[in-house]
Structures are given as structure tokens and as C-alpha cells.
């Protein structure tokens, strides 16, 4: 049973930073995607960073020089480093892991909330 679990979330000033976590467990292929997505109501949901288990990483133009998407490969977790926040950047955060094994598995975790204030 692959379980994902986000930590971090938090109201933060304009100009703020946060970190947010996620942990995986359970039996992963070891060569995976892991990354950071975002809903806010009635919209749907967006990506914000994602990482190979290689270490390259992608980012929305909206976060990109502000956020920065890391990974523990021995510790099955990744991180989002978000600086300089914006009250746009206010969302729900959802931790997605993907891999390939016989068909795309695709787990989420139960999201983290993010509010930042003007």
C-alpha cells in the first residue's frame, strides 16, 4: 500500500517562505516522478514542480527563480523550497508520485494548505 503524506502548510506573510515535505511509502519503483501540484476552489489542478527520480527537475513559469523542488531518493521524500510568496500562490499543495510498473500508477497525497497574506 504506496501512501503519500504533505506537511508544511501554514498562513505566511507576502515576501515569505516555506518549505513543504512529503513523504512516500511502500513498495515504489525506484526510478519514479514526484512532484508538487496546486488547487485552489473551482479551478482545477495545476503543476507547480516536478522531479525524476534522476534529479531533473520543471517548473511553472508562475514559480519559476521562487520555488525550488528537491528529493531524499533513500528517504522517499521530496521537498518545495517556496520563496518570495505571493497571495497568488495561495492554494491547497498536493504531493503526486508516479511510476511505471505493467501501467502508470499515479498516487496523491491529501494536501496541505498554503495561505499567504498581503
Known amino acids: 500500500q504506496v501512501q503519500v503524506v504533505e506537511s508544511g502548510g501554514d498562513l505566511v506573510q507576502a515576501g515569505g517562505s516555506l518549505r513543504l515535505s512529503c513523504a512516500v511509502s511502500?513498495?515504489?519503483?525506484?526510478?519514479?516522478?514526484m512532484g508538487w501540484y496546486r488547487q485552489t476552489p473551482g479551478k482545477q489542478r495545476d503543476m507547480v514542480a516536478t522531479?525524476?527520480?534522476?534529479?531533473?527537475?520543471n517548473y511553472a513559469d508562475s514559480v519559476k527563480g521562487r520555488f525550488t523542488i528537491s528529493r531524499d531518493n533513500a528517504k522517499n521524500k521530496v521537498y518545495l523550497q517556496m520563496n518570495s510568496l505571493k497571495p497568488e500562490d495561495t492554494a491547497v499543495y498536493y504531493c503526486?508520485?508516479?511510476?511505471?510498473?505493467?501501467?502508470?500508477?499515479?498516487?496523491w497525497g491529501q494536501g496541505t494548505q498554503v495561505t499567504v497574506s498581503s
Open positions: 511502500g513498495s515504489i519503483s525506484d526510478i519514479n516522478l
Open positions: 503526486n508520485l508516479g511510476y511505471y510498473a505493467y501501467a502508470w500508477n499515479s498516487y
Open positions: 522531479i525524476t527520480s534522476g534529479g531533473s527537475t
